[in-house]
């Protein structure tokens, strides 16, 4: 059973990578403000756009106010965000009330992730057979893993470059590797140090060389990487239903959900 500490660790998380991601970047924008934090891109990349709150709602009210709170806010930076929110940050814990509430609002439901942690990987289970894991390095590498998030998220390739093919987000705290097939790009991840932890994001792989292992065997490349040069064993993520058993079978455990919903329209 998920313990607080890794609750707000999860959360915490979920705010520094976001920001992370984020600050780099042209146009970025950042604000904490009323208990509420907007982080935003200034690029068409909406996962990377979110409003969220910074503590968790005392009670429905308090959540009322600050979910119309961030649409004030987030609405003033001209690009598509999803408001996001711990499950275990809602009134009591009852993700069934805030969705209610939220909906009244005029939000709907969009995406969720699984906040998951982990303080070592298990051994690999097998080996990922015909890929060329590179590291992400150049503007070849760049380019190729932010299509791959563009396509797996059904956003534009330009959005996807504005913001992952950004040379600022691939400093020495970025680790990340694209797997090829021959000359094709299929998988790729990145492990970023988020203070102190490696936060693993942009894992996906291509729909026809899906159940292959190869999400497993790109996320476990920067992973190593990760803690051949900086030695940080603990490690984070924010899962989609999709990876989830993936992750599970490398020794992450779930710890709390984050819903994700497209705000009211203006």
Not at 121 to 149: F, K, M, Q, W, Y
């Amino acid at each position: 059973m998920p313990v607080p500490i890794e609750i707000e660790e999860s959360n915490a998380q979920f705010l520094a990578a976001w920001m992370h991601f984020s600050q780099g970047l042209p146009g970025h924008r950042i604000e904490h403000t009323d208990g509420v934090t907007v982080v935003l891109s200034g690029t068409d990349m909406v996962l990377l756009n979110t409003a969220t709150l910074s503590s968790p709602a005392t009670d429905l009210q308090d959540l009322e106010r600050r979910a119309l709170r961030a649409v004030e806010l987030a609405r003033t930076g001209g690009v598509p965000w999803l408001f996001a929110l711990s499950d275990s940050w809602s009134p009591g814990g009852d993700a069934g009330a805030t969705a209610e509430l939220l909906a009244r609002l005029g939000f709907t439901p969009a995406v969720s992730l699984m906040g998951m942690v982990a303080d070592a990987i298990t051994p690999s289970r097998r080996p990922a057979a015909g890929l060329d894991l590179r590291r992400v390095a150049d503007a070849e590498t760049r380019a190729a893993i932010a299509d791959l998030n563009s396509a797996a998220y059904s956003v534009p390739i330009p959005a996807g470059r504005a913001s992952v093919a950004h040379e600022a987000l691939w400093n020495d705290r970025a680790f990340g590797r694209v797997g090829y097939v021959g000359d094709q790009p299929v998988c790729s991840a990145a492990t970023f140090i988020v203070e102190k932890i490696r936060y693993v994001g942009f894992v996906v792989t291509a729909a026809e060389h899906r159940r292959k292992g190869y999400a497993e065997a790109v996320m476990r490349s920067c992973l190593d990487d990760a803690l051949s040069e900086t030695g940080v064993t603990r490690t984070v993520l924010h899962a989609t239903e999709m990876g989830r058993p993936v992750y599970e079978g490398m020794g992450y455990r779930a710890v709390t959900r984050f819903a994700f919903y497209t705000p009211p329209q203006a």
